[in-house]
C-alpha cells in the first residue's frame, strides 16, 4: 500500500492550493481518505475525509466553505483544495487512509508542505 502526495506549494494569501494523493496497492474505493494537517509546532488537525466510492465528504467545521475534497477513481487519487489561503494555512498536509469511522489511520502518505507567505 502507498499513499504519494505531490510536492511541496508556495503561495500568496488568498490564492488556492490543490494537493493530490495517489493510491496504489489496494482497492481504492474500499476505503475512506482522510485529510490532516500539522502545522508548524501544532499537533494534528483533521480537515475531513472523502469516500471514494460514492465521493461523498464530510468537513471539518472549521473549514467548511474554503476546502473541497475531490477523488478521482480512474487514476485512484484524491485530492483537496484549499481556497483563500492566509497564513495560518501554513502546514504539512497529509492523506491518511482508514476503514471508516472508529478505526485507526492505518497508511499515511509522506506529506506536502503548504506555505503561505507574500
Known amino acids: 500500500v502507498q499513499l504519494v502526495q505531490s510536492g511541496a506549494e508556495l503561495r500568496n494569501p488568498g490564492a488556492s492550493v490543490k494537493v493530490s494523493c495517489k493510491a496504489s496497492?489496494?482497492?481504492?474505493?474500499?476505503?475512506?481518505i482522510d485529510w490532516v494537517r500539522q502545522a508548524p509546532g501544532q499537533g494534528l488537525e483533521w480537515m475531513g475525509r472523502?469516500?471514494?466510492?460514492?465521493?461523498?465528504?464530510k468537513y471539518a467545521q472549521k473549514f467548511q466553505g474554503r476546502v473541497t475534497f475531490t477523488a478521482d477513481t480512474s487514476t485512484s487519487t484524491a485530492y483537496v483544495e484549499l481556497s483563500s489561503l492566509r497564513s495560518e494555512d501554513t502546514a504539512v498536509y497529509y492523506c491518511?487512509?482508514?476503514?471508516?469511522?472508529?478505526?485507526?489511520?492505518?497508511?499515511w502518505g509522506q506529506g506536502t508542505q503548504v506555505t503561505v507567505s507574500s
Open positions: 472523502i469516500d471514494p466510492e460514492d465521493g461523498g465528504t
Open positions: 496497492g489496494y482497492t481504492f474505493t474500499s476505503y475512506y
Open positions: 491518511a487512509r482508514n476503514r471508516g469511522l472508529g478505526y485507526p489511520w492505518d497508511y
